[in-house]
């Protein structure tokens, strides 16, 4: 929610980095968004959009625990935003269960989304490099590629990041399989306002056919004040 992301949830809302210098490290680019969007208390409404079909869900976040909650069926995905790595979890009538890196590609309402996508996990790799600076959206933002540590913990080879200068938001983001091919990208189309703080308000996902480079779905995620 660009903070279901969320992304998805770093995307929801930013704060200034600071950095003075032209190149910052890619890990301290990171490590400072993670701690701003651990630091986030907020109550929205939101819905995945795809063609005429809207998945409504409700985003809570409480300092570093993050909850979507969606209905018809009950269903309640909970990320905890750790120091090292983050954690994705369903919530049941049950307990608490861990969502394993297996789970990963599964879609979240049959939509463009993965719990992968919700994990967030990119923004813990230990691998990565800042290319250069680019504007997105009017937005001036670093340009991050990150690499995943292996196979077996990511579908993703490696993920570009477009990430906020001035407001440390997730504006873009591009993730390649492990043959090279573009599999998913993600970009802002507007934000808004809430408080006197920027808040994404509308995020376009589209899951890309690796074989043309074309988008074959295109999802929508809205936030609504």
Request: proline share 4%; glycine share 8%; with cysteine.
């Amino acid at each position: 929610m660009y903070k279901i992301s969320v992304l998805l949830v770093c995307a929801l809302t930013g704060a200034s980095l600071g950095f003075a210098a032209p190149f910052p490290e890619a890990k301290d680019i990171l490590a400072s968004v993670r701690l701003r969007q651990s630091e986030q208390e907020l109550e929205l409404r939101g819905g995945l959009r795809e063609g005429p079909n809207v998945v409504p869900f409700r985003l809570t976040q409480t300092g570093p625990i993050i909850r979507y909650t969606f209905s018809n069926p009950d269903e309640v995905l909970q990320l905890r935003l750790g120091e090292n790595e983050s954690l994705l979890e369903e919530v049941t009538k049950g307990g608490v269960e861990k969502v394993a890196p297996a789970q990963f590609d599964k879609k979240v309402r049959g939509t463009s989304v993965t719990y992968e996508d919700l994990a967030l996990r990119f923004l813990y790799w230990q691998t990565g490099r800042v290319t250069g600076e680019n504007e997105i959206r009017t937005v001036d933002c670093w340009k991050l590629e990150m690499k995943a540590p292996s196979r077996q913990s990511s579908q993703y080879s490696n993920v570009w990041l477009w990430v906020g200068k001035g407001n440390g938001a997730l504006m873009k983001m591009q993730a390649y399989d492990w043959n090279a091919k573009l599999l998913k990208q993600f970009e802002v189309v507007s934000g808004q306002k809430i408080d006197g703080r920027w808040f994404l308000k509308e995020m376009r996902i589209e899951e890309m056919d690796p074989a043309t480079g074309k988008p074959k779905t295109r999802t929508y995620l809205d936030i609504e004040k």
